[in-house]
């Protein structure tokens, strides 16, 4: 038994309960193991106006199942590329200390991201002398050239003091391994569990929903950005004639999801398919009875819709950018498309409506490849112990 504690400033909470859900998965299969975890989620001061007046009703302890989530304050100010690295001196100024009035000194401390976790638990660390592990998940490892100065000076300082750089694709390892020390690195997947996802009622849960067992269901998990490929697809929705075709949308936020519904509605398509906020519970539901996810993003860690398609035995359209190719075996699981090209993405997406048992055949081969690999959040919690486990036995 050791202990952890975990810092993850995206993590759900009752505000916001599917923001970063995948963060609060990573934590519950690490708990699981009896791995003793407290995790702080800071939030910014909350004023009485503004983007963030509605964290004045945050709780300052959470419970989420087998672990407690905190939520200090720290100073976050918009916008974002001018005042990113105050933010970050603010979070290291004031969650270490509250580290410090609140837990018993950890072993471990493992930051769910790069920055603002990472950065800001330094002090603690350093205090301490603990191990520090990051989780690289594509964003600040992918954008790290463009950064404001200040952003890419503390993230470069984060990655040398890790003792443990934690990537989720190797495309993102080889990256770290260009700014930071390699023997640091390490290529760490995350997952999906199959067991989570109703395939065994696909038929009885498109009755449900009133989708034709004839139907071939496309469906986008993912923000409604630029950079998850909507523009894309909304230049090939209206190129699909086939009434047969049933387009759902799924997204927590991003700004463009009116622009989904506007070009659905143009083309006399259901707007009703387009959710916003879904339960993790029903968005699962929907991956059991899809035939195939389009994710046609322009820049991807290794995205976990991909291996919830797979654990579903749905079929992949993507880009061929990040550590998607790492998941998707092209021809064989899925497709794989240029990114920013909705010309290519039209062209894969036509040829695979037009054969289902190829849909379906893709699906399973996904299925057998997540589970060859060991892509579930059981697998990746032992990953992660081994590391913690190895830095401090």
């Not at 509250?98 to 002090?123: K, S």
Request: charged share 25%; proline share 7%; hydrophobic share 40%.
């Amino acid at each position: 038994m050791y202990s952890v504690l975990a810092s993850a400033v995206n993590h759900p909470d009752m505000i916001k309960r599917y923001y970063g859900i995948f963060n609060h998965r990573i934590l519950r299969a690490l708990a699981e193991t009896g791995t003793a975890i407290d995790v702080v989620s800071p939030r910014p001061f909350a004023p009485p106006v503004g983007p963030y007046s509605e964290y004045s009703s945050l709780p300052a302890v959470e419970e989420w199942g087998d672990y407690a989530v905190h939520h200090p304050r720290f100073w976050y100010l918009l916008p974002k590329r001018l005042f990113y690295g105050l933010a970050g001196g603010s979070f290291a100024k004031r969650i270490p200390a509250y580290a410090n009035r609140t837990f018993g000194v950890a072993d471990v401390v493992h930051a769910c991201h790069i920055y603002l976790d990472g950065y800001g638990m330094l002090p603690y660390v350093r205090e301490h002398d603990i191990p520090l592990f990051v989780v690289a998940h594509g964003t600040i490892l992918n954008s790290y050239d463009d950064l404001p100065r200040g952003v890419r000076r503390n993230v470069s300082e984060t990655l040398d003091a890790a003792t443990g750089v934690l990537c989720v694709s190797e495309a993102l390892a080889e990256r770290a391994r260009e700014i930071t020390d390699p023997a640091t690195v390490s290529t760490v997947p995350l997952g999906a569990d199959p067991e989570r996802f109703p395939v065994d009622r696909r038929e009885r849960l498109r009755r449900e929903v009133g989708i034709s067992e004839d139907a071939t269901v496309v469906l986008f998990v993912g923000h409604f950005l630029e950079r998850k490929g909507i523009r894309e697809i909304l230049e090939v929705v209206p190129r699909i004639k086939d009434p047969n075709v049933v387009f759902v949308f799924v997204g927590h936020g991003g700004g463009l999801a009116d622009d989904v519904r506007n070009v659905l509605a143009a083309e006399n398509r259901s707007t009703k398919l387009v959710f916003e906020g879904l339960p993790p519970v029903a968005l699962r539901r929907w991956f059991a009875l899809a035939d195939l996810l389009w994710l046609p993003s322009h820049t991807e860690g290794r995205p976990t819709v991909v291996y919830e398609a797979m654990a579903s035995e749905t079929a992949v359209l993507a880009s061929s950018v990040g550590g998607v190719p790492e998941q998707v075996r092209d021809g064989k699981t899925g497709v794989l498309v240029p990114p920013c090209d909705a010309t290519e993405l039209y062209r894969a997406l036509e040829s695979l409506l037009t054969d289902r048992k190829r849909l379906r055949a893709m699906g399973k081969k996904g299925l057998e490849q997540l589970l060859e690999q060991g892509w579930t959040w059981e697998a990746h919690a032992e990953r992660v112990r081994r590391h913690h486990l190895a830095a401090i036995e």
